[in-house]
């Protein structure tokens, strides 16, 4: 599988790299991995993302700045990253393009010529890691920073039940290869921008419990990310800070947005997330899933997914 897909990336001509919308690090980080070794073996590719605001916070990343939301002309090869469809992708190709699937999701529907998929990985990079391993392909600084930075992020600095010795043995040899922690740590986690501590009060603010405290709901609008100025990627992670309550097992996070809902959900203690993500269309992973609820407002779409984990009768709720 590993060399099949290197064998096809060596006959191509021209490689189209596609990550998913809302893009995370891990998907970023992955496509950045694969274009900067690319890069230098002379092997030609664009890398796509159909956002036009991408995470900044990334943006020490080598070829961060290639990064566009145009297809090219030409392609005759897609690498999909940290995608569990092409639907994430968010744009329609040509079904003629051979699809080598780089992912890590439980929910991905192999929906490549070659899928090296492996959900048992915290993070896609883990499984793209393996790809330069398993090839014994040279790994550069730049590389390998991309990677550790998909590792770290993507396992929330090692503390997902995914991660396990096999992430922390990667982490060691990519900072054997030149990656810097501190380096990464102060480009990833300390840079915020002011208009982020303008915006966070008015989402705590919206902090509700529900179901004797296990499940904590959160929301932002769009009016006050203007107001602010800060973006919704800059807010994200407050998901993950109020699923930090001790007695909060799941922890949702609403965006009312031109006529629908987007849905982020965590959870801690072994729930389970995801069978509520998918039965509103969405996917994810056991404890990170989300979904979109065609709703008017936020409320309906609280209510709808509130009444769903009443009837699911999660343990522990
Ligand atoms: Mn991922």
């Keep these: 599988m590993y060399s099949k897909a290197l064998d096809l990336i060596n006959k191509s001509r021209y490689i189209l790299i596609v990550t998913h919308i809302n893009p995370d690090a891990d998907t970023l980080s992955c496509a950045l991995a694969l274009s900067n070794y690319f890069k230098e073996n002379?092997?030609?590719?664009?890398?796509?993302?159909?956002?036009?605001?991408l995470p900044s916070n990334l943006d020490f990343l080598g070829n961060y700045?290639?990064?566009?939301?145009?297809?090219p002309k030409f392609y005759d090869l897609i690498i999909s990253v940290d995608c569990a469809n092409l639907k994430r992708v968010g744009i329609e190709f040509d079904s003629?393009?051979?699809?080598?699937?780089?992912?890590?999701?439980q929910s991905n529907n192999n929906f490549g010529i070659i899928n090296i998929v492996d959900e048992t990985k915290a993070s896609s990079a883990e499984v793209?890691?393996?790809?330069?391993?398993?090839n014994n392909l040279q790994i550069s600084q730049q590389t390998a920073q991309c990677l550790y930075v998909g590792i770290y992020d993507d396992s929330l600095a090692f503390t997902t039940p995914r991660c396990d010795s096999g992430s922390f043995e990667k982490a060691n040899h990519l900072v054997s290869l030149g990656v810097s922690p501190s380096f990464i740590a102060n480009k990833l986690l300390r840079r915020?921008?002011?208009?982020?501590?303008?915006?966070?009060?008015?989402?705590?603010?919206?902090?509700?419990l529900h179901f004797e405290g296990k499940v904590a709901t959160i929301y932002v609008k769009d009016e006050w990310l203007k107001q602010s100025g800060?973006?919704?990627t800059e807010c994200e992670e407050l998901v993950n800070m109020v699923l930090r309550i001790g007695i909060v097992n799941i922890a949702i996070f609403f965006r009312y947005s031109n006529g629908s809902t987007?849905?982020?959900?965590?959870?801690?203690?072994?729930?389970?997330?995801?069978?509520?993500?998918?039965?509103?269309?969405?996917?994810g992973h056991k404890m990170a899933a989300g979904c979109t609820c065609n709703t008017q407002c936020i409320d309906e779409a609280k209510k709808m997914i509130l009444s769903y984990i009443e009837e699911l009768n999660i343990y522990g709720i």
């Design 42 to 53: 002379k092997i030609k590719h664009a890398v796509f993302n159909k956002m036009k605001a």
């Design 65 to 71: 700045q290639k990064i566009t939301d145009q297809i």
């Design 96 to 105: 003629n393009i051979k699809i080598i699937n780089i992912d890590h999701h």
């Design 128 to 134: 793209l890691y393996e790809f330069f391993k398993q």
């Design 192 to 208: 915020d921008s002011l208009a982020k501590y303008r915006l966070m009060p008015l989402i705590l603010n919206t902090l509700e």
């Design 230 to 232: 800060a973006l919704y």
């Design 262 to 283: 987007r849905v982020s959900m965590r959870s801690k203690n072994n729930i389970d997330v995801s069978p509520i993500a998918s039965h509103f269309n969405g996917g």
